[in-house]
C-alpha cells in the first residue's frame, strides 16, 4: 500500500546562463514560469576564473558557457524582478564563490529581502578544482580559508544558506570510480569541517549547525543500480563521520543533503536522442530511493554534447522530472529497495572500500595534502584511461558509438548549425564596453579603499566576508577583487596527473597501439635521415605539444591524448591548462614540436584557434600542424580547416590511438612523407 501523505517533490533546477546579465535574467523568469522550482546560475570561465572580460585571457570566453557577472550592477541585472527572499539559488562558483555570495547579498539587501531567510548554494568546492574542473585560482591553503570564511559567515549572518557544496560530480567526469567519488568527496568534507572547527569561530553547541548546512552535488551515471547504492552507502558514511569525527548528536543534522545533475561524460555526439533515455535513467538513480533521494535534480539536455542546449532542449529536460514527480506513483511509497539483499551486499561493500581509502588519504596528510602531491590527480587520470580503453575495445558498450552504429537519418539533428544555441561573438565587445563605463562612473575612492582594506584583511587573520561585502558595495570587479587576493595569496598550478598515469593500453604485438607505436618511431626515423626533424635532425623522437588555450579547464581529454601519445612513443609536452596563444606559440617554438595540438570545449576555438595559427606563422613555423578537439560544431569545424587547421576532432572521436595515428599522419603530411604504409 503506498503511504498516506505523499512526498514532496525535489527541486528542480535546470543549470542556466549565457551571453548577459539582462539575456540570463530572462532566461530564468521564463524558466520559473514552466514550473521550475530552483534556479541554477551558470557562470562564465571569466567570473569562475576571477577575470574581467577585458583581460587577455577571457578572450573569446566571455558569456560563453554562462552568464558574465563582472561587478554589483551585473547582478542587479541578473535578479531584476526575481525576489531574492522567496527564491531558492544554487550558483556553480569555486574560487570566486566568496564574491559572488557578497554580490548576491548585497542585491537582496536592496531588495529589502531579511538576509536571515535567503535559501540557496555556493558550491564552493576548491579541491574538485584542482582535479578535475579546472577554475582554481588560490593555492590549497589559502583556498581553503576562503572557505572556512565563508561557513563562519553564513551560519552565523545567513543561516538557511548551503554555504558550499562538495562536488563529486566532476570527479566522475574525470573517471572516478564509485568508490573515488565517494571517498574523495568525504576526505574534502573531513578537511573543510576539520579547519572550520579549528578556527575557533564555531562554540561547541553550535557544530550541528555547520554539519546540519554542509550539502554535496553530485553525479548520476547511466550504471543506475550502482549509482543508487553510491547514494545510499554516501548517506551512511557521512552519518558515521558527522557523528564519530564531530559528535552530532542530532540525525537530521547528520543527514547526507544533496543535489545531483545527471552524467553529461555519458552523452554522445553520435545518435544524441539516445541521450534522453540515458538522462531519464541517471535520474533514477536518484529518485528512487527514498531514503537516499536527491534533495535538488537538474538534467543536462539532450544535445549538450553539440553544444550549448536552447530553452526548447531545457524545457524538454525540465519536463522529464515534471512527469516522474507528478505522473507517476514514486512519491507515495516507503523506501522500495529496503530488504534487499542484493542493493545491502553493494553497499556495505562501497562503504567498506570508500573508508579505506579515505583511511589512506587521511595518512597522507589528508585531502589537501593529497593534491599537492599529486596522488588524486594521477589516480583519476588513470582510472579514466582504463574506461576509455574499455570502451575503445568494446568491453563498456555505448549504443551509438561502438556498438548498433547504423541509424536512420534524426530530424532533431537535420540541421545540425540550428540544433543548439549560439552565443553572438559581437556580444563580449558591449560586455566589455559596459565594463568600461562602470569603472569610469562608480566612485573610484571608495573602490580603492575598499580594495586597500581586503589586502589588509587577506595578510591578517580576520574573516575576508566584511571586506568582500564593502567591495561589492563599492564598485570593486571580479578581477579586482580577485586580483587583490592573488597579490597576496599568489596562484596555483594544479599537478597535470599525466606523468604519473600508468599504461592503461596494451602495446603488445598486433595490438592497435603497437602499429602505431611503430609508426610513431618509423616516422621519427624518416624525419631524422631527412634532416627534417625540428633542431636540425638532433632527435629521433616525435614531440607534440597539448595545449589547453583559454579559461576552459575541462582537461580530461587533453590529460587522454597527452596519456596515451606518451604511450605511444611521443614526447609530451603538457603544461596544463589556462593558457594564451602567446604562450602556447612560445612552447612550440622553444620545444621544436612537431605538431599542436589544441583542446576546447567552452566554445572559444573560433577566436583563439586562429590566433594560434596567425602567431605561428609570425615566427615563421606555419608549417607546424595543428589539431583541434573539443565540442565544435560542423560549421565551426570546417571554418577551422579554411583557416588552416591540419584536423578536428569532436566526442564522435572516441578512439584515442585512432587520433594519435591520425596526428602522425598530418605530420608526415606536414613533412612531405609518403603515406604511411603497414610493413609487410
Known amino acids: 500500500m503506498p503511504d498516506r501523505q505523499k512526498d514532496r517533490p525535489w527541486l528542480m533546477r535546470t543549470y542556466a546562463g549565457h551571453s548577459t546579465a539582462e539575456a540570463s535574467n530572462e532566461l530564468y523568469r521564463r524558466n520559473l514560469a514552466k514550473g521550475q522550482t530552483g534556479l541554477s546560475v551558470a557562470f562564465d570561465l571569466p567570473t569562475q576564473t576571477g577575470y574581467d572580460p577585458d583581460h587577455v585571457l577571457a578572450r573569446g570566453e566571455v558569456g560563453r558557457v554562462g552568464v558574465p557577472v563582472s561587478h554589483l550592477g551585473d547582478m542587479r541585472r541578473l535578479f531584476q524582478d526575481i525576489p531574492l527572499e522567496r527564491t531558492n539559488t544554487s550558483m556553480t562558483i569555486n574560487a570566486t564563490a566568496m564574491w559572488l555570495l557578497a554580490l548576491y547579498q548585497v542585491v537582496a539587501e536592496e531588495q529589502g529581502a531579511d538576509i536571515g531567510r535567503l535559501q540557496g548554494t555556493t558550491q564552493n568546492d576548491i579541491v574538485k578544482e584542482y582535479l578535475s574542473r579546472g577554475t582554481h585560482v588560490f593555492p590549497p591553503v589559502p583556498s581553503l580559508r576562503l572557505t572556512t570564511d565563508m561557513i563562519t559567515y553564513t551560519v552565523n549572518h545567513i543561516p538557511k544558506w548551503n554555504p558550499i557544496n562538495i562536488c563529486s560530480y566532476h570527479l566522475q567526469e574525470a573517471g572516478a570510480t564509485p568508490v573515488q567519488e565517494i571517498a574523495y568527496a ?71 543533503r544533496y543535489g545531483v545533475q545527471v552524467n553529461s561524460l555519458g552523452l554522445t555526439e553520435a545518435q544524441p536522442e539516445n541521450n534522453v533515455q540515458r538522462i531519464v535513467l541517471e535520474m533514477l538513480a536518484v529518485t528512487l530511493s527514498k ?229 610513431v618511431a618509423r616516422t621519427a626515423e624518416e624525419l631524422t635521415s631527412a634532416g627534417g626533424a625540428p633542431g636540425g635532425g638532433r632527435r629521433l623522437r616525435l614531440r607534440l605539444l597539448v595545449g589547453k588555450p583559454g579559461l576552459d579547464g575541462h582537461s580530461n581529454g587533453a590529460e587522454q591524448i597527452a596519456v596515451r601519445a606518451r604511450d605511444a612513443g611521443f614526447e609530451v609536452v603538457y603544461q596544463g591548462i589556462r593558457l594564451t596563444p602567446e604562450q602556447i606559440v612560445s612552447a612550440a617554438l622553444a620545444e621544436d614540436v612537431h605538431c599542436v595540438g589544441l583542446s576546447i570545449l567552452s566554445g572559444s576555438h573560433a577566436a583563439l584557434v586562429p590566433e594560434v595559427l596567425g602567431r605561428l606563422r609570425e615566427a615563421g613555423a606555419g608549417d607546424i600542424p595543428v589539431i583541434v578537439g573539443g565540442i565544435i560544431p560542423n560549421a565551426d569545424a570546417e571554418e577551422l580547416r579554411a583557416a588552416g587547421v591540419a584536423a578536428v576532432f569532436t566526442p564522435k572521436d572516441f578512439g584515442i590511438t585512432e587520433i594519435i595515428g591520425r596526428i602522425v599522419d598530418e605530420i608526415r603530411t606536414a613533412n612531405k612523407l609518403d603515406p604511411w604504409e603497414v610493413p609487410a
Not at 189 to 208: M, T
Not at 232 to 238: D, K, P, Q, Y
Open 291 to 519: 531514503d537516499a533521494r536527491a534533495r535538488a535534480v537538474q538534467l543536462p539536455a539532450w544535445n549538450e554534447a553539440l553544444g550549448l542546449p536552447r530553452p526548447w532542449d531545457q524545457q524538454w529536460s525540465l519536463r522529464i522530472q515534471q512527469v516522474l514527480a507528478h505522473e507517476s506513483d514514486l512519491l507515495e511509497y516507503a523506501d522500495i529497495f529496503d530488504g534487499s539483499r542484493v542493493i545491502e551486499a553493494k553497499v556495505a561493500d562501497l562503504v567498506t572500500e570508500s573508508f579505506a581509502e579515505i583511511d589512506r588519504i587521511e595518512a597522507m596528510g589528508g585531502v589537501m595534502t593529497a593534491v599537492e602531491s599529486g596522488y588524486l590527480k594521477s589516480r583519476l587520470v588513470a582510472s579514466h584511461a582504463e574506461r576509455r580503453a574499455r570502451i575503445e575495445s568494446g568491453e563498456e558498450k555505448i549504443v551509438g558509438v561502438n556498438c548498433y552504429e547504423s541509424t536512420e537519418p534524426s530530424p532533431l539533428t537535420a540541421d545540425l548549425d540550428t540544433a543548439v544555441m549560439t552565443v553572438d561573438p559581437a556580444n563580449e565587445a558591449g560586455v566589455v564596453a559596459a565594463l568600461q563605463s562602470w569603472r569610469v562612473n562608480r566612485e573610484e575612492a571608495r573602490a580603492t579603499d575598499a580594495l586597500t582594506a581586503l589586502k589588509k584583511a587577506a595578510a591578517g587573520t580576520d574573516n575576508l566576508m566584511a571586506a568582500t561585502l564593502e567591495c561589492a558595495r563599492a564598485g570593486v570587479t571580479t578581477g579586482e577583487w580577485s586580483w587583490a587576493l592573488r597579490d597576496v595569496f599568489g596562484e596555483f598550478r594544479a599537478p597535470t596527473g599525466v606523468g604519473g598515469a600508468p599504461i592503461a593500453v596494451s602495446a603488445e604485438t598486433g595490438t592497435a597501439l603497437a602499429a602505431v607505436r611503430e609508426k
Open 186 to 256: 568525504m576526505s574534502t568534507a573531513i578537511a573543510v569541517l576539520d579547519a572550520v572547527f579549528a578556527s575557533g569561530r564555531i562554540p561547541e553547541e553550535r557544530k550541528g549547525d555547520v554539519v546540519g548546512r554542509i550539502s554535496f552535488f553530485v553525479n548520476a551515471g547511466v550504471r543506475f543500480i550502482e549509482e543508487m547504492c553510491k547514494m545510499r552507502a554516501f548517506s551512511r558514511i557521512w552519518d558515521r563521520i558527522t557523528r564519530e569525527r564531530y559528535g552530532i548528536e542530532d540525525a537530521r543534522q547528520r543527514r547526507f
